[in-house]
């Protein structure tokens, strides 16, 4: 489940919360097996993208834990993106 928004505002960058909530989608692939439990995650990142064009954030977490999960960029990155609210 996505965390909705506080009542209260709080004062988080739009990277802090966006790292949060990859980090609760990372948890549920690995609930679900499609990560392999206790996959290390200390390098993934969310920053802003070298090209300004290319949007206002920017993750490397398919290209980290994919080597780790024994699968390719692509593949980590659709089963992030096709399972995000389990």
């Known amino acids: 489940m996505i965390r909705p928004f506080p009542e209260k505002p709080v004062l988080t960058s739009l990277y802090t919360?966006?790292?949060?909530?990859?980090?609760?989608?990372?948890?549920r692939l690995e609930r679900a097996g499609d990560l392999p439990a206790g996959i290390g995650r200390g390098n993934v990142a969310v920053?802003?993208?070298?090209?300004?064009?290319?949007?206002?954030?920017?993750t490397n977490a398919a290209m980290v834990l994919a080597k780790a999960?024994?699968?390719?960029e692509t593949t980590a990155g659709r089963r992030g993106a096709e399972r995000p609210d389990r």
């Open 17 to 27: 919360r966006f790292s949060t909530q990859l980090g609760d989608i990372l948890e």
């Open 47 to 58: 920053e802003p993208p070298r090209d300004v064009t290319h949007g206002d954030l920017a």
């Open 69 to 72: 999960a024994g699968r390719a």
